[in-house]
Structure formats: structure tokens, C-alpha cells
């Protein structure tokens, strides 16, 4: 049963943009908060932007994508975005949309190659 799909990966030159996108349904994106994560051949999964709950949600960012990524929401189409730009090669990785955090809902992953 997939509960979240994910589209808008690809490969791209390094210093191009990339928007990437997560459906889900409008109960999961009410009751969770919602993240992208990606893992690198040989890394561990590491949450690279978080939106929470509510009216006017909080974000978090990695370090690595401070500045660089934006993460954002539509309620009305039920759809989490993940806005990258300036991509670096080691933003390569495959990229996860999550729902509740580690312990909830993922979906089946889109990859992202940057080239130099």
C-alpha cells in the first residue's frame, strides 16, 4: 500500500535545479509532519529538510542544504516540495519523502545525480 509518491528526479548539471515532489493524501499531511531525507552509496540516511504541522509550519534544514533548499507544502493538491537549487555533486543520493518521522511512512525513492 503506497501512501506517499514521489516524482521530479533526474540528473543535472552541477549549478542547476531540481524540484521534486511528494503526493500524499490530506489526512496524512494534516496528522504529520512531513521530510525529505536522501542516502549516498556507502552514507547513512540523513534528513535533509522538515516541515511541520499547522497553519504556519516550522522548517528545519540540514547544514549541507541551508540556503541552497526549500521545502514547502500545498494542502490543496495534497503535495510536499522539495526546491533545490545551486545542486552540488554531493547532493547526489537517492531522496526520500517522509511522513511522522523515521518511525512512519516513506516513499519509494527518486534519484537525484548531479554532474561537474
Known amino acids: 500500500q503506497v501512501q506517499l509518491v514521489e516524482s521530479g528526479g533526474g540528473s543535472v548539471q552541477a549549478g542547476g535545479s531540481l524540484r521534486l515532489s511528494c503526493a500524499a493524501s490530506r489526512s496524512i499531511l494534516v496528522n504529520n509532519g512531513m521530510g525529505w531525507y536522501r542516502q549516498a552509496p556507502g552514507k547513512q540516511r540523513e534528513a535533509v529538510a522538515r516541515?511541520?504541522?499547522?497553519?504556519?509550519?516550522?522548517?528545519i534544514y540540514a547544514d549541507s542544504a541551508e540556503g541552497r533548499f526549500t521545502i514547502s507544502k500545498d494542502m490543496t493538491n495534497n503535495t510536499v516540495y522539495l526546491q533545490m537549487n545551486s545542486l552540488k555533486p554531493e547532493d547526489t543520493a537517492v531522496y526520500y519523502c517522509?511522513?511522522?518521522?523515521?518511525?512512519?511512512?516513506w516513499g519509494q525513492g527518486t534519484q537525484v545525480t548531479v554532474s561537474s
Open positions: 517522509n511522513a511522522g518521522g523515521p518511525s512512519g511512512l
Open positions: 516541515i511541520s504541522t499547522g497553519i504556519n509550519p516550522l522548517t
